[in-house]
């Protein structure tokens, strides 16, 4: 089956800074990647979806200046929590899908904690 | 605005039960899936359901889809305690193919 990483698996940082989270499609070339985030004991709410060269798509209420999405190639995405704050702390998961999937293949999900 | 509940919520059963859960969905969609969720981990696909009248079997667990009816139910047939998980649907939308998630059913299996 189709493997997606995400690296860090766990961060913890200090409310002000930036943390990069990378999201890798490792046997498939991934047209399509989504960001999700789940709070403690809740669904997973869809944040954006980016494509392969070119802007994220955020959802309603999602700001893209705080939480940039690059997608510089087709294994690659990436979500920058800039100048994180204690209320961003969450378990955020991306996911991958290639045209030729009726599916999408999650990661393991990155937590991140801001102090 | 699609939404996607579940009921129950929260579902507490005994080891050899059989129980539904159940995926109401608001606007149309063809494409349906289950995934399960363990505490601190991400997602595992359990089934994709992509027309009406789809039916998958895996194991104690039965997924059937309706569109019409915008329903979809997850049937575990008797449970055992490894079952314990938090079960989520998902509905398909758009040309990107985003996923918006239910509410979660969070399945506690007491031997």
């Known amino acids: 089956g189709a493997v997606v990483s995400q690296h860090p698996s766990r961060v913890i940082c200090k409310s002000g800074t930036s943390v990069k989270i990378e999201c890798r499609s490792l046997?498939?070339?991934?047209?399509?990647m989504f960001w999700y985030r789940q709070f403690p004991k809740q669904s997973l709410m869809l944040m954006a979806t980016s494509n392969e060269g070119s802007k994220a798509t955020y959802e309603q209420g999602v700001e893209k200046d705080k939480f940039l999405i690059n997608h510089a190639s087709l294994t690659l995405s990436t979500l920058t929590v800039t100048s994180a704050h204690p209320e961003d702390s969450s378990f955020y998961i991306c996911?991958?899908?290639?045209?030729?999937?009726?599916?999408?293949?999650f990661g393991p999900g990155t937590r991140l904690t801001v102090l | 605005e699609l939404k996607v509940e579940q009921n129950p919520l929260f579902l507490s059963m005994q080891e050899g039960k059989n129980y539904t859960i159940y995926c109401n969905y608001s606007?149309?969609?063809?494409?349906l899936y289950w995934y399960r969720q363990d505490p601190g981990k991400s997602l595992e696909s359990l089934f994709v359901l992509l027309s009406n009248g789809a039916v998958k079997q895996e194991g104690r667990l039965m997924a059937s889809l309706d569109t019409k009816a915008r329903l979809s139910t997850l049937h575990i047939t008797a449970a055992v305690h490894d079952l314990s998980a938090t079960y989520f649907c998902?509905?398909?939308?758009?040309?990107?193919?985003?996923?918006?998630f239910g509410t979660g059913t969070s399945l506690t299996v007491i031997p």
């Open positions: 046997d498939f070339q991934a047209t399509t």
């Open positions: 996911s991958a899908r290639a045209s030729r999937y009726n599916e999408q293949f």
């Open positions: 606007t149309t969609s063809d494409r």
């Open positions: 998902a509905v398909a939308r758009g040309t990107g193919n985003q996923f918006y």
